[in-house]
């Protein structure tokens, strides 16, 4: 047990990721300490783009989070997992693994070489059978995670699964409960249900969700996926039914309607496990109701399930029996409190021993882990070669000094020679430098200081991302203006740019230098009392004036600081990105990274581009 240590739990949910710090609390069990959540959209239940789209918001995740903890135990979503209860009859304990290694081979619905399984005995039945959880999964989707969490500078610890994480969190935050309880947990593409009574536990898994309502809804109201998931997030709720009034927006109909279908659809389901659970593992009636996942929070939706079960209803709360730390927002928190029932069931399994408690990690990421843990000896003996290269180097270091001595008298001969080079050069580049500065000068005048106020300000954020990087790491941060990439009109005349194409600079928009005065020769478009080319000597047609320009791409360059963080270049482009938002300058909502960071092989620095919207544009 880790108890001297945080931990972080992080959920790969088909919906979304949600991740949070916790500690051993000051009582002996667990505290919060700060947490995190990023919605994935459809494409995180798709398995041909979550892969992508996983590895990129749990960056965001955690450069946003500010976690500390980079030793992780995750939970594997739901939908990629294979479990079933199984029971098998009195043997000799000797057997029992045997028998149980059979009933997986005849269960789990793909070839056990492809899969990672476990399984716990959770009793013994009035008849004497043992009753069994077996879990697995397809072992290539595993190694998905362990390779998106150590690309971000996590070290997986335990793979454990939505079902198991949910029964140790119900445990812990109720153990007082009495009688049999059911849990509903409404997922993304599935959901799960859990009974609990004493010492006795069942689950199962459906495959229905909130998906469902968003994906129905899109199709009768023709909207995209997005849309249809933003209405039904700010708007939707679950219809009543019955005699109820329907609400005037069509939409706003639409969406209950099918909400309530889909949840009609999904009780059905509930009522078949209790049934299963009464009449063949001998469980008793539920007498109270717990709702929890993303898609448990529609308004209404407590009141469908006290309708259909004629039981009383309640969110679970996952904190119940959990510190907060006081620099947690809790208002922030209750919006997602019922959704970190997984994450909570992480944390638990660093603290004590838990009711369930599988682990899905593959072989082949244990014994990685078990390398790396070994690194610091194989460089104990690295430089144990180097040394002994050393000596031997000694010797072919005395006759390079040698050969040196016989260069450095011939240099001491071109020295001079050199330097006056040299002098020569660099007051050729004080005079050009003094000519561009006057040329540049010259160009502002009236309202052209402008441009300089942005620049002043954009190093101001620059030297206050350094300050802020180099006392949250204990170490010089640095990071510059690469290139101006591009500049965009607020009006761009299509047209008139296709008749006069304009050759791009490196390191400045031809629309800028025509700004300041700083086109190059042949640069130059066509001028508007040249031939027009029909013959007649006639003038073009002036181009439009496109007046302002309101948009600048900024390539930053920005010194490494991975060997103290593995994620210090991620935190370092967000936390700029943060500072350039909360610049009156800037356009905080369209103000944004563009593309990924880069870091060339060996290289000391890396780059990432910034998009900048201005909120008053240069006019030109």
């Known amino acids: 047990m880790l108890k001297s240590k945080t931990i972080l739990g992080v959920d790969f949910g088909a919906g979304c990721l949600k991740a949070a710090e916790f500690a051993p609390g000051d009582d002996g069990g667990l505290k919060l300490l700060r947490f995190a959540v990023k919605p994935l959209g459809l494409a995180g239940s798709q398995d041909a783009a979550r892969d992508n789209v996983v590895k990129k918001a749990l960056a965001e995740l955690i450069a946003e989070g500010g976690f500390v903890a980079r030793d992780a135990n995750v939970c594997a979503p739901g939908f990629q997992v294979f479990s079933k209860f199984i029971k098998l009859p009195p043997v000799d304990t000797s057997k029992v693994t045997q028998i149980i290694q059979y009933e997986a081979q005849q269960n789990i619905p793909f070839p056990l070489a492809e899969a990672v399984w476990d399984y716990q005995i959770l009793g013994t039945s009035t008849g004497g059978e043992l009753e069994v959880l077996l879990v697995a999964i397809k072992a290539d989707l ?60 069942y689950t199962r898994g459906i495959n229905i969700g909130a998906n469902a309502v968003t994906q129905e809804f899109a199709a009768e109201a023709k909207l995209p996926f997005a849309e249809a998931e933003k209405f039904k997030i700010s708007d939707g709720f679950v219809s009543l039914g019955g005699a109820y009034e329907e609400p005037d927006n069509p939409r706003l ?34 007498s109270q109701v717990y709702l929890c996942g993303g898609g448990s929070i529609m308004p209404y939706a407590t009141q469908f399930f006290q309708e259909k079960l004629n039981l009383p209803v309640e969110y679970f709360n996952p904190f119940r029996s959990v510190q907060v730390d006081a620099g947690v927002n809790v208002a922030e928190l209750e919006k997602y409190a019922q959704c970190f029932g997984e994450v909570v069931g992480l944390g638990l399994r660093n603290i004590a021993q838990c009711p369930v408690e599988l682990d899905l990690t593959p072989k082949a990421s244990k014994s990685r882990q078990e390398f790396n843990s070994k690194k610091p000896f194989l460089v104990g003996a690295l430089a144990a070669l180097a040394l002994g290269g050393f000596a031997y180097g000694f010797f072919n270091t005395r006759v390079a000094e040698a050969k040196q001595k016989a260069l450095d008298e011939i240099k001491v001969q071109l020295d001079p020679l050199q330097n006056t080079e040299n002098r020569l050069k660099t007051e050729e580049g004080k005079l050009k430098a ?3 500065e006057t040329e540049l000068l010259g160009g502002f005048v009236g309202e052209k200081t402008y441009w300089g106020d942005i620049l002043a300000e954009i190093r101001r954020v620059l030297m206050m991302t350094e300050a802020g990087t180099q006392q949250k790491l204990g170490r010089p941060a640095g990071v510059w203006i690469d290139k101006l990439l591009s500049v965009e009109p607020t009006n761009p005349d299509e047209e008139a740019a296709e008749e006069a194409p304009v050759m791009r600079s490196m390191f400045m928009d031809p629309i800028l230098m025509k700004r300041y005065g700083l086109r190059m020769p042949g640069m130059m478009a066509p001028s508007a ?34 060997q103290s963080n593995p994620n210090a270049d991620n935190e370092l482009a967000f936390d700029l990105l943060k500072e350039l938002k909360t610049s009156p300058f800037f356009d905080e909502k369209e103000t944004v990274l563009s593309g990924n960071l880069n870091q060339e092989d060996n ?3 890396y780059t990432f581009d910034v998009k900048l919207k201005l909120k008053r544009p240069i006019k030109l």
Not at 176 to 195: R, Y
Not at 534 to 548: F, L, S, V, Y
Request: aromatic residues 6%.
């Open 142 to 201: 595993v190694e998905k995670l362990f390779s998106t969490s150590e690309s971000n500078g996590l070290r997986t610890q335990l793979v454990d699964v939505s079902m198991a994480a949910l029964a140790n969190a119900f445990r812990f935050n109720y153990s007082d409960a009495e009688g049999c309880s059911l849990l509903i947990d409404l997922g993304a593409k599935t959901s799960n249900v859990l009974l609990f009574e004493k010492n006795k536990f």
């Open 253 to 286: 109909a639409t969406v209950s309607k099918v909400a309530r279908n889909v949840l009609t659809r999904l009780h059905l389901q509930v009522n078949q496990t209790i049934q299963f659970y009464r009449t063949q593992q001998g469980g008793s009636v539920p």
């Open 434 to 436: 003094a000519t561009d």
């Open 529 to 562: 009392d040249a031939d027009s080319g029909d013959g007649t000597g006639a003038a073009k047609k002036p181009e439009k004036n496109t007046n302002e320009v309101a948009t600048v791409t900024v390539t930053m360059r920005a010194v490494s600081l991975r």
């Open 603 to 605: 290289s000391p620095t």
